[in-house]
Structure formats: structure tokens, C-alpha cells
């Protein structure tokens, strides 16, 4: 997996994208929004390549950019721009969130998405957070 994210990373860069965002300052808000190159949780990675099941939920990138921002308001970060699915749900546009403060993640729909393809719910479950995120600028 590291490989792989390396080759998409490598990928970036010779398309001639800026350098990546230090991992370390990802809970700087100063850093947001910034565009995502990948997800990490260890040594498994979300990214245009490769999907990450979460409990009962598989996420992948859609084809536009993913993108994180920061809402100091409420001490989280989101990203846009997933798609989740479920043996309940075929498919629906999601986003991740990072709470900060309380230090737990959330699948949620995406923001115009509640009660379409998602279903009603305002959260569609706790899942594991991430370790780490590619972001560039």
C-alpha cells in the first residue's frame, strides 16, 4: 500500500502539482481547505486507486478532487467528495468527519445529500479515524 501511495504521490508531482502538505500540520486550520491525494488508516489508504471499508460502509473517491476544509466552529474537519456504499445503500455521495475536540469520525451524507440517496439519517455511523492524510495545494 505505501508503494501505491507513493506512485500516486509521484503521480502528482509529474502532473506538475504543487508539493504535498506536510502530513504533521494537518491539524493546523491555517493549511485548509487543501485538496486530498489520499486517506490513510495505517497502512490501508483511500484514494483514487484503492477503497477502504469502514465497518458496513465502503468508501471511494469519486472523480472529482476530494477536498478537506476545517470548521473552527465546531473543531472539525470534513472531507468532501466520497461516495459510500452499503448493502443497504447502492451508492450516495458522503463526506468523513473528524471531530478534533471530541476526537471521533463520522460518515455523514454529503452536504445537500440528506435524504436522497443516503437515506434521512444525519449521520450514517461512527467509523474509525484516520492516522494520516495526503493533502496539496
Known amino acids: 500500500m505505501r508503494l501505491a501511495a507513493a506512485g500516486a504521490l509521484a503521480a502528482l508531482l509529474a502532473l506538475g502539482a504543487a508539493a504535498p502538505a506536510a502530513a504533521q500540520h494537518w ?25 477502504v471499508t469502514l465497518g458496513a460502509w465502503t468508501l471511494r473517491f469519486e472523480t ?19 461516495v459510500c456504499a452499503s448493502e443497504s445503500v447502492a451508492s450516495c455521495d458522503c463526506r468523513l468527519v473528524y471531530d478534533r475536540v471530541d476526537r471521533f469520525c463520522e460518515l455523514r451524507p454529503a452536504k445537500g ?3 436522497a440517496a443516503c437515506g434521512p439519517a444525519a449521520v ?14
Not at 491555517?30 to 483511500?46: D, T
Not at 472529482?64 to 466520497?82: H, M, N, Q, S
Not at 461512527?126 to 492516522?131: A, H, L, M, R
Request: a negative charge; one cysteine or more; aromatic letters at 14%.
Open 27 to 51: 491539524t493546523d486550520e491555517k493549511n485548509f481547505p487543501v485538496a486530498v491525494a489520499g486517506i490513510h488508516w495505517g497502512e490501508r489508504v483511500l484514494n483514487g486507486l484503492f477503497r
Open 64 to 82: 472529482k478532487p476530494v477536498l478537506a476544509t476545517y470548521d473552527a466552529e465546531w473543531g472539525e474537519i470534513a472531507f468532501d467528495g466520497i
Open 113 to 115: 445529500a440528506a435524504g
Open 124 to 137: 450514517l455511523a461512527s467509523v474509525e479515524c484516520p492516522t494520516n492524510f495526503v493533502g496539496y495545494k
